[in-house]
């Protein structure tokens, strides 16, 4: 019932489209999503992840996991980060894709709404030590379009990786255009 909800509100009212599809055998990956400019990406997130039926994460720092929001932040797919031990955030993200069957973690490179020049490189790290491929997705609000893309696994070569990956985002504009990243 809630997907049949979802597709009703994101394809009729809303008259948006998904193109391509996510494997469901991907069982971890990192979704590089993209462009982020906007807080309407979250909730896009969250109808993409409803219609597919597929579960899609993000991680945040372990205090955003207690009492009261904790049970709620949990079950929209978050899991806390817990970064003591001396482990930075790639080592920490890298232990959760060995402890957990399936995580498929969304990351927005740019690491803010604001308008950036260069990529964060931490969601290639974490994707090259946890061992699992890359798969871009953009939110194309220019015309309503989610397009998810091929999974790529890194090679180690990051500027060869991240020039494949970002073909994926030529053209696409986010709600906030001037914030976008340029490809």
């Known amino acids: 019932m809630k997907k049949r909800l979802y597709k ?31 807080a309407h ?6 109808f993409i992840r409803g219609i597919t039926g597929l579960e899609m994460n993000w991680v945040g720092k372990k205090e955003l996991f207690r009492f009261p929001f904790g049970f709620y932040f949990r079950y929209m797919g978050g899991e806390p980060l817990d970064r003591s031990g001396g482990l930075n955030k790639v080592d920490s993200i890298a232990a959760i894709f060995q402890r957990k069957e399936i995580f498929r973690l969304a990351v927005a490179p740019e690491g803010t709404r604001k308008k950036v020049t260069e990529l964060k490189t931490g969601f290639y790290y974490i994707a090259l030590k946890a061992n699992v491929p890359i798969v871009p997705i953009a939110f194309d609000f220019g015309k309503k379009e989610v397009k998810l ?8 070569a990051i500027e060869n990786d991240i020039a494949i990956l970002k ?16 490809v």
Not at 41 to 46: E, K, N, T, V
Not at 167 to 182: E, R
């Open 8 to 38: 009703w509100i994101f394809f009729r009212l809303m008259g948006w489209k998904i193109l391509g599809s996510i494997n469901t055998d991907i069982k971890k990956c990192v979704m590089m999503v993209m462009p982020h400019t906007s």
């Open 41 to 46: 990406d979250f909730y896009l997130g969250i």
């Open 149 to 156: 893309g091929n999974p790529l696994s890194p090679s180690g």
């Open 167 to 182: 073909k994926h985002f030529i053209g696409v504009k986010g709600k906030n255009p001037q914030k976008g990243y340029s």
